[in-house]
């Protein structure tokens, strides 16, 4: 193709299974573009846990981008500007990407990105890269077309580049420039002990590479996956016995499609019965994590405001400024000392690892919206921060089920002891994070459980009963439900009556 294209990475950060990459090794000449955002840094939701962890996986894959002699720039500004300087030395024809289903901040930049494009003459590809699916306009056979992606053929890696264009051409040096560090960004990440005395350990992210994310899907795949159903739901086994891998897709270290093949090949291939029932399960979770994402594909808003419009002003921060009352208990929640030693022990873990299980965030989040009231968007922010894998459509579906406002989802309040009790029975995991309990450094409980959830089950149940709200979650299940996409019920959906369900809410 007599064409210079510029692949632009984002949260692809790999070389294997590669549009974007693949096309450009068939042009005349190619650059390799990644670009620290200020938007990003600034957001509300990033945390330099992840810038560094971002740096870790750029230090690899310029490596691995350099041996196909192809130089990835790493530029720190808004993508038009950085794009403009960078034409001046390379005119490229084209731009190649990935698809994103991002915040509003990357929402806007995309626009100005076409802005750009079509301004300077730029012709710009974009590549699906997850089961979401742009501009869809029916949910109907979502889960169909999730498939065929999925099975369709991985992208090779390309076997090279043609040399790089004039201005670039140098030594391998010249290909390997030195990457800002977290204090060039002006960012610092305080890795003081946490709030109480001997927090285990501090600052322990996953190896942050392709090479490691493949890694970790092997050993997965091979052996922790044995007993991954029952392992899921306890803090304590749960860190080794889950996949580890929301990271790696989030950065995109690996391509849902390479987790999905291999998974698919693992079923077919292991001798181990118990393996294979074990890796369906995790199959199927895999279809959620696009089947949430397709959420905030298709209603952006999400991210700010409730799914169901008739839970609007519900909770203080829901249009209304948090009182200092509302603030006091938000920040013994995120500083994990509310007195519940299950939940502040879960806290500490996300603060110190950046990672902790589905049931075990569940249950932070059901915390914060029915025992201390609070709207979902300020713990949101607080726990994007906190997960490496942050992943806006997953989080801000799941903050906004955990917190009753999608008028459809079954009402699940978790107890935090009955947590502790079923999934910490000897109490080890609350010891290793909460070493202070039964010593007078440890707060008593911040609310009473009972009052509290029997006020906010009472406002929740009333509005439910409403006419307005029953009509209302037609809609949000006609756009949004999983049944219409044809996605397998879940577990838990398994045996409940129905995702709908307006009625009896739970206890778990
Ligand atoms: C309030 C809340 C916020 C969450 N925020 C995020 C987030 O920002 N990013 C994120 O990746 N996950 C999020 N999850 C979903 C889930 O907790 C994590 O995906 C999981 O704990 C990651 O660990 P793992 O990769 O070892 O998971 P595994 O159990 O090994 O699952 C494998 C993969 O399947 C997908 N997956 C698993 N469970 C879910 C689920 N319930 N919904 C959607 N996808 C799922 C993820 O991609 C995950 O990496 C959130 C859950 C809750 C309750």
């Not at 929402?107 to 750009?116: E, F, G, L, S």
């Not at 075990?360 to 726990?383: D, I, Q």
Request: hydrophobic share 40%; proline share 7%.
């Amino acid at each position: 193709m007599s064409a210079s294209a510029l692949v632009w990475f984002k949260r692809d950060l790999r070389i294997a299974d590669h549009a974007p990459l693949a096309e450009a090794a068939h042009c005349e000449a190619a650059l390799a573009l990644y670009i620290i955002e200020p938007a990003w840094l600034e957001s509300p939701e990033c945390h330099p846990r992840h810038v560094a962890w971002l740096l870790e996986c750029l230090e690899t894959l310029r490596i691995a981008l350099a041996k196909k002699n192809l130089p990835l720039l790493v530029r720190v500004g808004e993508a038009p500007e950085v794009m403009t300087g960078l034409r001046r030395e390379f005119a490229f024809t084209h731009l190649f990407s990935h698809e994103e289903t991002g915040p509003g901040w990357s929402y806007a930049r995309d626009k100005a990105v076409a802005r750009w494009c079509r301004a300077h003459g730029v012709a710009w590809t974009e590549w699906p890269q997850t089961g979401v699916v742009r501009r869809l306009k029916d949910r109907r056979g979502w889960a169909r077309l999730w498939q065929q992606r999925m099975d369709a053929p991985s992208i090779p890696v390309p076997a090279g580049f043609r040399e790089p264009p004039h201005s670039r051409r140098a030594s391998l040096s010249d290909m390997l420039p030195t990457l800002p560090t977290l204090h060039d960004l002006g960012l610092a990440w305080d890795a003081a002990p946490l709030n109480t005395v001997g927090a285990p350990e501090t600052r322990r992210a996953p190896p942050a590479s392709e090479e490691a994310a493949h890694q970790v899907l092997q050993s997965f795949l091979r052996e922790r996956g044995l007993g991954y159903r029952r392992h899921l739901s306890s803090p304590l086994d749960a860190e080794e016995g889950c996949s580890r891998l929301s990271a790696h897709l989030a950065f995109g270290t690996l391509s849902m499609r390479t987790v999905h093949q291999a998974t698919e090949a693992a079923i077919q291939t292991t001798p181990s019965r118990e393996l294979a029932y074990d890796l369906r399960g995790f199959a199927g979770r895999l279809r959620w994590h696009c089947h949430f994402m397709q959420k905030l594909e298709d209603e952006p808003s999400i991210e700010w405001r409730n799914f169901a419009r008739t839970v609007d002003g519900l909770r203080p921060g829901d249009g209304t400024e948090l009182q200092d009352a509302d603030r006091e208990r938000l920040a013994a929640w995120c500083e994990g000392r509310t007195g519940f030693p299950m939940v502040d022990a879960c806290m500490r873990q996300l603060r110190a690892t950046g990672w902790l299980n589905f049931r075990m965030r569940a249950m932070l989040v059901s915390f914060a919206a029915y025992h201390l009231w609070l709207h979902w968007r300020e713990p949101g922010l607080f726990l994007a921060r906190q997960f490496l894998d942050f992943e806006p459509g997953i989080h801000w579906s799941q903050m906004q089920m955990q917190s009753g406002t999608t008028g459809i989802n079954t009402l699940r309040i978790y107890s935090p002891t009955k947590q502790a009790l079923d999934q910490d029975p000897q109490g080890l995991y609350i010891r290793r994070w909460v070493p202070e309990l039964g010593t007078s450094a440890y707060p008593a409980p911040i609310v009473d459980e009972r009052s509290a959830l029997a006020e906010a089950k009472r406002k929740l149940y009333a509005l439910r009963a409403t006419p307005e709200a029953k009509g209302e979650a037609g809609a949000i299940q006609q756009k949004h439900g999983s049944r219409r996409s044809g996605l397998p019920p879940s577990g838990v959906r398994a045996r409940k009556t129905s995702s709908a369900d307006l009625g009896q809410g739970s206890l778990f």
